[in-house]
């Protein structure tokens, strides 16, 4: 079974339709990259599967591991282990960030019939993971996000996908706002976590980021409906000829 799959996915907001027929299937072991021009809907789809309240599906389906996505609250697909990471990060003061890691990994566990995880054997797992997604240790005793740099909050952002090791993990990445630096961060996180029963989506309005995650497909958001859909050679015409080009097809097409 598809870790993911979107069956025409027509989605309003504020009764106004924004996606018009979405289709998507994701397998295991694949990083699909989802671009398109601004306002084409790309965050549209990414809080839908999220199950941001203010998008209404109004037609279509969503399989998640086989089971009706749609019908998960939000905090159990977290639970079932889609990773969600977003443009915005929010701030949690009074909230250390290794406190919400924590309480992240122990829904999971709950979830699962497990128990919480001892402090020690947390302990131990946060170490190692601080280590492999070098980050500065002392930003796990911080706040969450709070005065965090765009950097900071992309590592944070990441020791909580290592930690978590998602079965999909949904990035929507304005990477206009990043560094180099910073999307080498998400980059370098997306590729680690790697493996032949997970897959990633990457949802981004330039190519920049895919010159560090090799996607295996590219799909091109135009107006609400996959307009393209290629391989990574894909990501690299759109660099070179923009966006108008897909447009033009869609426009002749219909
Ligand atoms: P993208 O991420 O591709 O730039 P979005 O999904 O953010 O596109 O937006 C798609 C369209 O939906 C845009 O026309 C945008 O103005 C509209 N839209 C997005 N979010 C909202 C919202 N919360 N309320 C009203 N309109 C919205
Ligand atoms: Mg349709
Ligand atoms: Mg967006």
Same mark, same amino acid.
């Given at each position: 079974?598809?870790?993911?799959?979107? !069956?025409?996915?027509? *989605?309003? %907001? $504020?009764?106004?339709?924004?996606? @018009?027929? =979405?289709?998507?299937?994701?397998?295991? +072991? /694949?990083?699909?990259?989802?671009?398109?021009?601004?306002?084409?809907?790309?965050?549209?789809?990414?809080?839908?599967?999220?199950?941001?309240?203010?998008?209404?599906?109004?037609?279509?389906?969503?399989?998640?591991?086989?089971?009706?996505?749609?019908?998960?609250?939000?905090?159990?697909?977290?639970?079932?282990?889609?990773?969600?990471?977003?443009?915005?990060?929010?701030?949690?003061?009074?909230?250390?960030?290794?406190?919400?890691?924590?309480?992240?990994?122990?829904?999971?566990?709950?979830?699962?019939?497990?128990?919480?995880?001892?402090?020690?054997?947390?302990?131990?797992?946060?170490?190692? !993971?601080?280590?492999? *997604?070098? %980050? $500065?240790?002392?930003?796990?005793? @911080?706040? =969450?996000?709070?005065?965090?740099?765009? +950097? /900071?909050?992309?590592?944070?952002?990441?020791?909580?996908?290592?930690?978590?090791?998602?079965?999909?993990?949904?990035?929507?990445?304005?990477?206009?706002?990043?560094?180099?630096?910073?999307?080498?961060?998400?980059?370098?996180?997306?590729?680690?976590?790697?493996?032949?029963?997970?897959?990633?989506?990457?949802?981004?309005?330039?190519?920049?980021?895919?010159?560090?995650?090799?996607?295996?497909?590219?799909?091109?958001?135009?107006?609400?409906?996959?307009?393209?859909?290629?391989?990574?050679?894909?990501?690299?015409?759109?660099?070179?000829?923009?966006?108008?080009?897909?447009?033009?097809?869609?426009?002749?097409?219909?």
């Amino acid at each position: 079974t598809p870790i993911l799959e979107v !069956k025409d996915l027509h *989605v309003s %907001i $504020d009764g106004q339709e924004i996606l @018009r027929g =979405v289709d998507l299937t994701v397998r295991p +072991g /694949e990083v699909h990259a989802i671009m398109g021009p601004n306002g084409s809907g790309k965050s549209t789809l990414a809080n839908t599967l999220a199950g941001r309240p203010e998008y209404t599906v109004t037609s279509g389906k969503v399989l998640y591991n086989g089971a009706d996505l749609l019908k998960m609250q939000p905090e159990d697909r977290a639970r079932e282990g889609m990773f969600l990471a977003f443009q915005y990060p929010i701030e949690l003061p009074g909230v250390r960030a290794w406190q919400f890691l924590k309480a992240a990994i122990d829904a999971k566990r709950v979830h699962q019939g497990e128990e919480e995880m001892g402090a020690r054997e947390f302990d131990r797992l946060l170490r190692s !993971k601080v280590e492999e *997604v070098e %980050i $500065d240790p002392e930003l796990v005793r @911080r706040s =969450v996000n709070e005065g965090f740099s765009g +950097g /900071e909050k992309k590592r944070n952002e990441v020791l909580q996908m290592a930690l978590l090791e998602p079965k999909l993990a949904l990035l929507d990445e304005t990477d206009s706002g990043l560094d180099i630096d910073a999307l080498r961060i998400v980059s370098d996180g997306v590729n680690r976590l790697r493996r032949p029963d997970n897959a990633a989506v990457v949802v981004t309005h330039y190519q920049r980021i895919l010159n560090y995650i090799k996607p295996d497909y590219v799909h091109v958001l135009v107006d609400g409906r996959i307009a393209l859909s290629g391989g990574p050679e894909l990501a690299e015409q759109l660099e070179a000829r923009g966006y108008d080009w897909v447009r033009e097809g869609v426009d002749a097409a219909s």
